[in-house]
C-alpha cells in the first residue's frame, strides 16, 4: 500500500468515528490501537490527550494534531420528542438547514437525526434568504414525546456532530466530516511510523490533542507536562482556490503542505502565532531540498492550541504546518492526499535534522 493509499485509509477511518470535543474517547481508543501496531506505547492523560514519545537526542519535540470535532450538545427536548441543541465550537448557522446528524449515546446505540428544514411551500417570502439562528434550531431524531427520546438515551447535555461521512471525490480528494482534523491525525500516525524507523532524530513527543474547538487549551495541560524545545501543529490551512476565498491568500488545494507565517484570532480572543525563524528556515530548507512545493498562509481569524502550548514555560518555538482544505467547519470539508503525503514527507525530513547542534537563538 502507497502512503497515499494508507494516509487515505486512516483519515477515512477516523472521519467516521464521532469525537466531539470533551467527548473524543471513542476516536483516541482508534488512534491509540493505531500507534500500538506501530510499536509505539501511548498515555492518555485526565483531560483525554493521547502521547506517545520516541526518545532520541537534541531539542524535544512535540508534534501534534487534534482529534476533536465541532457540533453541538442538547439543550432541551420538547414534550413533542424535537430536539434543541446549543452550539459548540464554530459552528456556521447558514450551513445547518437540513444537515444530517448523530447523537451520540454510546457505542453502537447513537441516534440518527436531521436538523429541520422549513418546507419550502410553507415559506414566506421574507423568510426565503433569512438563515436560521441556532437557537431556532432543532431536531428531528424520529421520536413522538420527551419520553421516547429519553428512553432511547437523549438527554441534556448529549453530544451531537454532524453525521460522519467520508468519500472520495475523484482520485486523491477526500471529503466528509470532520476531515479537519482527522486527516492531521491520519498525517501523524504515519509519521509516526516514519519517525519511528529513523535510527538518529531528536526526542519526539507524538500527540493527539482534545478540545481545540472548544476553547483551544487542551493540548496545553500536555505541553505542561511535556516542556518541549520545540511544538510543531498539524491542522488545515484554508484553501483559497475557490472563487470566494481567492481574495484570501495563495493556498491551493494539491498545491502541497502549508505553512503559516501568521496567524491571529481577533474575535474575542487574542492571540496567534508568529513562527519561531530558526523553524521557518528549518522547513523552507528542507522543501527546496526535497522538490516539495510548499505553501505559505497569513490569515486573521484563524487559531489553533499552538497559540497557547507556546506560552508554555519559559517559552516554546512554534510552527503551524498542515494541509490545504475547502469549505472549513462545514458538514463537508474537502482536502487532498497528496498534500497530506508530502506533509508527512517535509515533517520527516525536517524532524530528521533536528539534532544536538540544532539552535534556537533567534540571533543564531
Request: aromatic fraction near 4%; proline fraction near 4%.
Given at each position: 500500500?502507497?502512503?497515499?493509499?494508507?494516509?487515505?485509509?486512516?483519515?477515512?477511518?477516523?472521519?467516521?468515528?464521532?469525537?466531539?470535543?470533551?467527548h473524543e474517547d471513542r476516536v483516541r481508543r482508534a488512534i491509540a490501537?493505531?500507534?500500538?501496531?506501530?510499536?509505539?506505547?501511548?498515555?492518555?492523560?485526565?483531560?483525554?490527550?493521547?502521547?506517545?514519545?520516541?526518545?532520541?537526542?537534541?531539542?524535544?519535540?512535540?508534534?501534534?494534531?487534534?482529534?476533536?470535532?465541532?457540533?453541538?450538545?442538547?439543550?432541551?427536548?420538547?414534550?413533542?420528542?424535537?430536539?434543541?441543541?446549543?452550539?459548540?465550537?464554530?459552528?456556521?448557522?447558514?450551513?445547518?438547514?437540513?444537515?444530517?446528524?448523530?447523537?451520540?449515546?454510546?457505542?453502537?446505540?447513537?441516534?440518527?437525526?436531521?436538523?429541520?428544514?422549513?418546507?419550502?411551500?410553507?415559506?414566506?417570502?421574507?423568510?426565503?434568504?433569512?438563515?436560521?439562528?441556532?437557537?431556532?434550531?432543532?431536531?428531528?431524531?424520529?421520536?413522538?414525546?420527551?419520553?421516547?427520546?429519553?428512553?432511547?438515551?437523549?438527554?441534556?447535555?448529549?453530544?451531537?456532530?454532524?453525521?460522519?461521512?467520508?468519500?472520495?471525490?475523484?482520485?486523491?480528494?477526500?471529503?466528509?466530516?470532520?476531515?479537519?482534523?482527522?486527516?492531521?491525525?491520519?498525517?501523524?500516525?504515519?509519521?509516526?511510523?516514519?519517525?519511528?524507523?529513523?535510527?538518529?532524530?531528536?526526542?519526539?513527543?507524538?500527540?493527539?490533542?482534545?478540545?481545540?474547538?472548544?476553547?483551544?487549551?487542551?493540548?496545553?495541560?500536555?505541553?505542561?507536562?511535556?516542556?518541549?524545545?520545540?511544538?510543531?501543529?498539524?491542522?488545515?490551512?484554508?484553501?483559497?482556490?475557490?472563487?470566494?476565498?481567492?481574495?484570501?491568500?495563495?493556498?491551493?488545494?494539491?498545491?502541497?503542505?502549508?505553512?503559516?507565517?501568521?496567524?491571529?484570532?481577533?474575535?474575542?480572543?487574542?492571540?496567534?502565532?508568529?513562527?519561531?525563524?530558526?523553524?521557518?528556515?528549518?522547513?523552507?530548507?528542507?522543501?527546496?531540498?526535497?522538490?516539495?512545493?510548499?505553501?505559505?498562509?497569513?490569515?486573521?481569524?484563524?487559531?489553533?492550541?499552538?497559540?497557547?502550548?507556546?506560552?508554555?514555560?519559559?517559552?516554546v518555538a512554534a510552527i503551524d504546518l498542515g494541509f490545504p482544505m475547502?469549505?472549513?467547519?462545514?458538514?463537508?470539508?474537502?482536502?487532498?492526499?497528496?498534500?497530506?503525503?508530502?506533509?508527512?514527507?517535509?515533517?520527516?525530513?525536517?524532524?530528521?535534522?533536528?539534532?544536538?547542534?540544532?539552535?534556537?537563538?533567534?540571533?543564531?
Open positions: 500500500m502507497t502512503m497515499r493509499d494508507r494516509l487515505g485509509e486512516i483519515a477515512r477511518e477516523l472521519m467516521m468515528i464521532p469525537g466531539l470535543s470533551g490501537a493505531r500507534l500500538d501496531a506501530l510499536g509505539l506505547d501511548s498515555q492518555s492523560d485526565v483531560l483525554g490527550n493521547l502521547c506517545g514519545t520516541l526518545h532520541g537526542e537534541g531539542p524535544s519535540v512535540m508534534v501534534f494534531a487534534h482529534m476533536d470535532q465541532l457540533g453541538f450538545v442538547v439543550r432541551k427536548v420538547e414534550n413533542d420528542g424535537l430536539i434543541r441543541l446549543e452550539r459548540l465550537g464554530g459552528v456556521p448557522e447558514r450551513a445547518l438547514a437540513a444537515q444530517a446528524v448523530l447523537i451520540c449515546v454510546g457505542e453502537d446505540r447513537d441516534v440518527p437525526g436531521i436538523i429541520a428544514n422549513k418546507s419550502h411551500h410553507a415559506t414566506a417570502p421574507d423568510e426565503k434568504y433569512r438563515v436560521v439562528p441556532y437557537g431556532e434550531v432543532f431536531v428531528d431524531a424520529g421520536f413522538a414525546s420527551k419520553a421516547e427520546a429519553e428512553a432511547a438515551g437523549v438527554r441534556i447535555g448529549a453530544p451531537v456532530v454532524y453525521r460522519p461521512d467520508a468519500h472520495m471525490l475523484g482520485a486523491d480528494r477526500l471529503a466528509g466530516t470532520s476531515v479537519d482534523d482527522r486527516a492531521g491525525c491520519a498525517a501523524l500516525i504515519v509519521l509516526a511510523g516514519a519517525l519511528a524507523a529513523m535510527k538518529e532524530r531528536p526526542t519526539v513527543h507524538v500527540c493527539f490533542t482534545v478540545q481545540e474547538e472548544f476553547n483551544l487549551r487542551g493540548a496545553q495541560a500536555l505541553a505542561q507536562r511535556l516542556q518541549p524545545d520545540i511544538a510543531i501543529q498539524i491542522d488545515l490551512m484554508l484553501a483559497t482556490d475557490t472563487p470566494d476565498m481567492a481574495h484570501c491568500g495563495d493556498m491551493v488545494l494539491g498545491g502541497g503542505p502549508g505553512m503559516s507565517l501568521y496567524s491571529f484570532h481577533g474575535r474575542g480572543t487574542l492571540n496567534g502565532v508568529i513562527p519561531h525563524p530558526a523553524l521557518v528556515s528549518l522547513f523552507e530548507g528542507v522543501a527546496d531540498n526535497h522538490k516539495i512545493s510548499l505553501q505559505r498562509s497569513a490569515q486573521t481569524g484563524i487559531l489553533t492550541d499552538l497559540s497557547y502550548v507556546q506560552l508554555v514555560g519559559h517559552g475547502r469549505y472549513s467547519h462545514s458538514a463537508q470539508e474537502v482536502c487532498d492526499l497528496r498534500d497530506l503525503e508530502r506533509l508527512v514527507q517535509l515533517l520527516s525530513a525536517g524532524i530528521r535534522q533536528i539534532g544536538p547542534g540544532f539552535s534556537l537563538e533567534r540571533d543564531g
